[in-house]
């Protein structure tokens, strides 16, 4: 029998750097310098939200408010999914109503304080800010027309480390990068030198076994599309 083959090292140009990355939202950017790696752009999404204030007594029966569209009206009993039960003050009225909008409405969520009742987008985003509220009700108030301060989400893993969760160090050369996506899509750009849209069907990539100093610059990643997954694998020396 045929003595074993000796499985050669793998050489520093197979050894990638990784960075995986999630958008909430359409047009966010991130930037990866391609000598190291370490992405920048990674942002805490934040869920839009309004209150609305019941204060200086109760709303009347058939008034109204409304929430991303739907219609709530107060009644003396609720008898229906869109009717809130008056309380016997302020502060159990904003809890009848935010009990009643959490469970009619899986788009945003519905909780009440001392008199508050405050609407939030789902998830986190901009996409948030466009959720419509309204009142015409006694004793309520809503100080806009539309939920606010909703933040997309960029979230960035594995950047600037190998296979092992190691730091790499600096690179002088670049022998392969790819850029796919599994959701969404995404306009891949390094400079001038390279440019593409990345579809879940298609991708950025240039492989140069010897190496590519001209690309040791910028690669920034802007989301097409809401809900966007996508990866870089960098090849460095």
Known sequence: SGSPGTRKSMPLSDIAYTVNIAFDGSGDIVTIPLSTGIATGDVTGVKAARPFTFSGGLPSVDETIEVNGTTYTFKASSASATQITIG???TATAANAASIIDANDSEVDAISSTGTLTISAAETGEYGNSITVSEAATNVTVGGATLTGGVDAVVITGDGVDFEGTALPTATLVHGLLVTCTAGSVTAAVSTIL????????GLQTWNATGRADLL????ITSNAVNTVAQVVIRTS
Not at 195 to 202: I, S
Not at 217 to 220: E, Y
Request: glycine share 6%.
């Open 217 to 220: 610059t910028n690669l920034t």
């Open 88 to 90: 016997a003050d302020e």
């Open 195 to 202: 440019k593409d849209t990345v579809t879940p069907n298609g």
